[in-house]
């Protein structure tokens, strides 16, 4: 334990350390969605979860048009990250379509529960 904390110190120092998650700004989901194949027991399908904040890049690039500055500009977050989370957020969603599989698009209180508090949800 005290040589991880001496690890942990020293990547701080270092500068090595990965930053902390940024708030974004995102729609509510008040509950878990999942979306199965057809004629397939639950059970016996692998989750794929998209993340809430993965999703709303992906609306709002994708479905409402809008370019990824824009889209940064709206969830207060860089372009760069918007990059990744569209990145994430397709593969994830691709993966799960060729595999079928079981896609659960995160909710808003299942992500503030799982997670320490790195996302506003916005009611709309």
Request: proline share 3%; glycine share 4%; charged share 30%.
């Amino acid at each position: 334990m005290i040589f991880l904390a001496l690890i942990l110190a020293d990547r701080a120092a270092e500068g090595n350390m990965p930053r902390r998650r940024k708030r974004t700004t995102c729609r509510f989901l008040e509950f878990d969605r999942v979306f199965k194949p057809a004629g397939i027991p639950a059970r016996e399908l692998t989750p794929y979860v998209l993340r809430l904040d993965e999703f709303e890049a992906m609306r709002i690039c994708d479905l409402e048009g809008k370019s990824q500055i824009e889209a940064a500009e709206l969830m207060d977050i860089s372009r760069g990250t918007v990059q990744r989370l569209l990145e994430r957020g397709r593969r994830t969603l691709v993966a799960c379509l060729l595999a079928n599989q079981a896609l659960v698009l995160e909710s808003a209180l299942n992500r503030s529960a799982n997670r320490s508090d790195t996302s506003q949800m916005k009611e709309e």
